[in-house]
């Protein structure tokens, strides 16, 4: 089975930290996704990866950035965390495209 | 914006068949349809995808309309575990994977 592991289930931060939320997958996979996810918005798509060192924009990648350095881990990165960021985060890897989205259990980031 | 339309919530007795709809009349001929669904509190769990064709496995079933504009989903004997919010989602060509809000499925007792 496919391990997406995201490296904590809840997180506390204040206001105007520097913040890593890290995703690992086991699979080898080459793509891989952050969303976030609020309550009456659904999930929305930050960044994406197609593969090592690639990133792409998505839906709502203001105040966010990524790092893909190795295949198996992408980490989201809050320059400076504000409370608007208090959200659960999602990552997700996939394989070739048209194959299904594996997720991890996500981080509740609480900003104070 | 995501490219699917599904109904907010839908009932459905345990035990009976669950069919929840998506509309998806923008698709295009090369994305193929998926569903997750997302039980509280975990990320969302992978459920099927198809192109063109109906497709089943151990958990569900999925129908594609000949003109690929909508599919269902069927839960063939619903029980309380598949309490779950239902994503329907279209692969778009530049590798997006856009989620709507889905359809929260309450299975009644």
């Known amino acids: 089975d496919v391990k997406v592991t995201q490296s904590s289930r809840y997180l506390v931060k204040r206001t105007g930290e520097k913040v890593f939320l890290e995703c690992v997958q086991d699979?080898?996979?080459?793509?891989m996704f952050w969303y976030r996810q609020d309550p009456g918005l659904g999930l929305r798509l930050i960044y994406f990866?197609?593969?090592?060192?690639?990133?792409e924009k998505g839906d709502i990648p203001e105040g966010y950035s990524v790092s893909r350095e190795k295949k198996e881990r992408f980490s989201l990165i809050l320059e400076s965390a504000s409370t608007n960021q208090t959200s659960m985060y999602l990552c997700?890897?996939?394989?070739?495209?048209?194959?299904?989205?594996?997720f991890g259990n996500g981080t509740r980031l609480t900003v104070t | 914006d995501a490219k699917t339309t599904q109904p907010p919530s839908m009932d459905c007795a345990e035990g009976r068949a669950a069919n929840l709809p998506c509309n998806h009349s923008t698709i295009s001929g090369n994305e193929y349809v998926y569903w997750y669904r997302q039980i509280h509190s975990q990320g969302p769990q992978y459920i099927i995808h198809?192109?063109?064709n109906n497709e089943t496995n151990e958990m569900a079933s999925l129908i594609i309309t000949e003109d690929r504009k909508s599919s269902t989903l069927i839960l063939p004997h619903a029980t309380l575990r598949d309490t779950a919010v239902y994503y329907c989602i279209v692969s778009n060509r530049d590798d997006k994977i856009i989620f709507g809000k889905g359809t929260r499925l309450h299975i009644l007792p």
């Open positions: 990866s197609y593969d090592v060192k690639m990133k």
């Open positions: 997700a890897s996939r394989t070739l495209r048209n194959s299904p989205l594996h």
């Open positions: 198809g192109l063109k």
């Open positions: 699979m080898d996979h080459e793509n």
